[in-house]
């Protein structure tokens, strides 16, 4: 990391020491409980409501990791607020906080339940309604990488640079690509789509030069909440590439958009991401509202 020093990070966070204990204590609870998950090869998986209203499905992975998570934020870091996708109570109020821990247990929960690989656990923390500390872990990739704003990225205790090699390619969710809209939108773009479920799993993609770029459409009935991106739009800041709505826009960290359905761009570079918002914000016949009716042409 570029601080080499014990200084106080002037955030509640306390000296970066502080803040690598946290990690090192989170990377061992996260190892502790998929161990008992891997060894004993039962996942309760149950029914819910999501944030929009539709069917989704949580294990009692999900469950057991935020409580893992919110107890060791809560002894490291007792003076600051907590929020989980398995126990958020639709109190937008707790984003107005100044410091925020933000959690998702699992980002992939239908592939943790069949057992697919493309899953991760993240854990974001804003400040002042921004991106400001990271942490995201890919077990079946054996990567945990660490991120506080100005500081770059870590990924298992190793700084990761961007030297933006060009693999010309775009991760995408395998849902949307079979869709005549979106895939030629991809085609506009020249670049290979590759299909990736999982938003960080899309990011992680980026971050170890698979892909230069990931994208998803606004479609209806979908969104990305803010428990998903929390983490990773540092870690992709601070890796030097750019990750927003995809209306160009900054995601959102307060508010009603924290349940944001205007989809969003993540590139390796400044540069790809002016080019790709060009041709992905092309106006399609019929298109209202912001949001995509798959069934729609370019105009």
């Not at 996260?30 to 039962?42: E, F, G, R, T």
């Not at 996708?85 to 100044?98: G, R």
């Not at 804003?126 to 990567?143: E, N």
């Not at 298992?156 to 933006?164: A, D, F, K, L, V």
Request: hydrophobic share 35%.
């Amino acid at each position: 990391m570029k601080i080499t020093n014990n200084n106080d990070l002037g955030n509640n966070l306390g000296r970066l020491s502080d803040w690598s204990t946290f990690c090192f204590d989170v990377k061992t609870a996260l190892d502790k409980v998929l161990l008992k998950y891997v060894n004993s090869k039962v996942t309760e998986i149950k029914h819910k409501i999501n944030v929009i209203g539709n069917d989704d499905i949580v294990t009692s992975v999900d469950e057991e990791i935020e409580v893992e998570l919110r107890n060791l934020c809560r002894k490291h870091y007792p003076q600051i607020p907590f929020v989980g996708e398995e126990s958020y109570t639709h109190d937008l109020s707790v984003f107005e906080s100044p410091i925020l821990f933000i959690v998702d247990p699992i980002d992939g929960t239908t592939q943790l339940a069949k057992g697919e690989n493309d899953w991760s656990i993240s854990l974001g923390v804003s400040r002042f309604g921004k991106p400001y500390a990271a942490i995201l872990y890919v077990p079946s990739r054996d990567r945990f990488y660490t991120s506080i704003r100005g500081n770059g990225v870590v990924c298992n205790g190793q700084e990761i640079s961007n030297h933006q090699k060009i693999s010309k390619s775009i991760a995408v969710s395998p849902h949307q690509f079979t869709f005549g809209i979106f895939q030629k939108l991809i085609s506009n773009s020249l670049l290979i789509p590759i299909r990736i479920p999982s938003l960080t799993i899309k990011i992680v993609a980026l971050l170890s030069g698979e892909v230069d770029a990931a994208v998803y459409f606004p479609q209806e009935g979908k969104c990305a909440t803010i428990w998903d991106y929390a983490a990773v739009n540092l870690l992709i800041e601070e890796f030097g590439g750019k990750m927003t709505s995809l209306d160009g826009n900054n995601l959102p960290f307060r508010g009603e958009g924290i349940i944001h359905k205007h989809g969003w761009l993540a590139t390796t570079s400044d540069t790809l991401h002016t080019r790709l918002h060009k041709i992905f914000n092309q106006q399609p016949r019929g298109r209202a509202g912001g949001v995509w009716d798959a069934s729609m042409s370019l105009g």
